[in-house]
């Protein structure tokens, strides 16, 4: 246990760890920060100074490279409080929901999608298992505080296999569901890199948009512009609009597609998405096929 948490109560060391935490959290600017006490902040930054003294992280700006070690400090200490101190399944869920619970004590689950399409396209479960377990970068993404639902919460996992195809470099994304401390996997894509532009790919989100302008299908949801991604967006619903008239995707006849749309009315006028995209499974299978892949 760090020093300075000996000294606070269960519910201040909790605050102090998760406020903390999240500042390290991948956000794509859609979050409002966590407020704390006051009185808290002077302690946050003894908080970080003693991770650093740890980590041995010498100068004074965490850069980008060391942020996955405070972060996996940071997410160690609050299993450790919150586990030891409430009953386990109770803790995990709350933990698992805010993103903060450690890879390997996540418990994974296979959707039917994944077993409709990712398993016939060259990923086995254990593939996926071990990025789940030991990804190169994880992104936890949650609603913004103005969407009615807040139960749309779903996370990236991402890992470079290229020491094991140094010819021919690719990495695993992972698309899950998360749901207290389960990962539900939708979906999983072989991501190479003479396929899907990574130059100005920082975190999964990025890799997953950019494997959408490769191999997506254009879309527009109601009155929306066309696009291959969404992610978290209000959009107005024409009059007399169904469900499934909603989304228009722009696509040849006789296509093998793999749609992603998490979305819900809130009433005839508007509606919320999560996350939208459709895959053009003949195109990225063709190209799976060019790269030596066995499917089915």
Known sequence: MLNILRDLNQSDAQILLSSTAELFLPNPGIIEPREIDPALTAKQQQLLGQIKKKLKIESDKITDEKKSAVLELLSKEITDQVLSREKGQAAKARLGERGLL???????????????????????????????????????????????????????????????????????????????????????????????????????????????????????????????????????????????????????????????????????????????FAIDDLKYEDSLLEHGVRLG
Do not use: C
């Not at 077993?115 to 992104?139: M, N």
């Not at 569901?177 to 996997?185: A, D, L, P």
């Not at 609009?241 to 749609?259: D, Y």
């Open 102 to 276: 450690r890879p390997n004590l996540y418990q994974v689950e296979f959707d039917q999608m994944f077993e409709s399409t990712s398993a016939k396209q060259g990923i086995r479960k254990s593939y996926v298992i071990d990025v789940l377990r030991s990804p190169d970068d994880i992104q936890h993404l949650t609603p913004p505080n103005d969407h009615e639902d807040q139960k749309q919460l779903f996370s990236l996992f991402y890992k470079s296999l290229a020491h094991q195809s140094p010819d021919d470099p690719y990495g695993i994304l992972v698309l899950a569901i998360r749901n207290g401390y389960t990962q539900k996997v939708l979906s999983a894509w072989r991501i190479y890199n003479s396929d899907v532009d990574l130059s100005n790919a920082e975190k999964p989100l990025d890799v997953l948009k950019s494997f959408t302008e490769a191999f997506g299908f254009p879309f527009s949801v109601g009155d929306s512009e066309k696009s291959t991604f969404k992610l978290y967006e209000k959009i107005k619903v024409p009059a007399g609009q169904s469900r499934t008239q909603l989304i228009s995707i722009e696509s040849p006849k006789n296509v093998k597609a793999e749609g992603h749309f998490a979305f819900k009315f809130n009433n005839s006028e508007e509606a919320e998405i999560a996350y939208a």
